[in-house]
């Protein structure tokens, strides 16, 4: 099974600040990885697809970058409405498997 | 515009049984991949089960051989069946679509399956 790992774990920053998450597999999935948003009592929200580009409606403060084990989410300019948990995640093979998420609150 | 709704969620016993369905609409299930995603309590994302257009299923380790997932198409239905259900099965269970091999593009909005005496 593919291993998602994510870093950090939780940060806390301010308005406006640029942000990066970091998400490494573990082993080689080419592009096969996408970003989700999941607020509290809400279900996951595709952001990104490596591969594909950034959903259509996603704001273009987003964006995602990598291949093969590293890959990076950055949002440039953190909006009030960023504050949630993000998740990485592997379609390369079954079973198919989400990174443990990343928790950015208000600083 | 694509829309899946989950129903079936509840309290079970330790050891029943329960089936969670997923009813789509905006599209047909048989030309997505359709899969489950759980969440326990607090906690991150988990990958259950996924079948193909073709009707290939697949499932994670931890529920094989227990939870079965199916596909109507007169319904336009997505099924999960849970057998044996212990309380590490506690979870809001997410239905999910993709277009893509695995890029879950549309979720429904879950239902909560507690499995507790």
């Known amino acids: 099974d593919i291993q998602m790992t994510q870093s950090p774990s939780s940060l806390s920053a301010s308005i406006g600040d640029r942000v990066t998450i970091t998400c490494r597999a573990s082993?080689?999935?080419?592009?096969?990885l996408s970003w989700y948003q999941q607020k509290p009592g809400k279900a996951p929200n595709l952001l990104i697809d490596?591969?594909?580009g950034l959903q259509s409606g996603v704001p273009s403060r987003f964006s995602g970058s990598g291949s093969g084990t590293d890959f990076t989410l950055t949002i440039s300019s953190l909006q009030p409405e960023d504050f949630a948990t993000y998740y990485c995640?592997?379609?390369?093979?079954?079973?198919?498997?989400f990174g443990p998420g990343t928790k950015v609150d208000i600083k | 515009e694509e829309q899946l709704v989950e129903s079936g969620g509840g309290l079970i016993q330790p050891g029943g049984s329960l089936r969670l369905s997923c009813a789509a609409s905006?599209?047909?299930?048989?030309?997505?991949?359709m899969s489950w995603v759980r969440q326990a309590p607090g906690k991150g994302l988990e990958w259950v089960s996924i079948?193909?257009?073709?009707?290939?299923?697949y499932y994670a380790d931890s529920v094989k051989a227990r939870f079965t997932i199916s596909r109507d198409n007169s319904k336009n239905t997505v099924y999960l069946q849970m057998n044996t259900l212990s309380a590490e099965d506690t979870a809001v269970y997410y239905c999910?679509?993709?277009?893509?091999?695995?890029?879950?593009?549309?979720w429904g909005q879950g239902t909560l399956v507690t499995v507790s005496s």
């Open positions: 905006g599209f047909v299930v048989n030309n997505k991949y």
């Open positions: 999910a679509s993709a277009g893509t091999f695995g890029v879950f593009d549309y």
């Open positions: 995640q592997q379609s390369h093979s079954i079973p198919l498997t």
């Open positions: 079948i193909y257009s073709g009707g290939s299923t």
């Open positions: 490596v591969a594909f």
């Open positions: 082993q080689n999935i080419s592009s096969y």
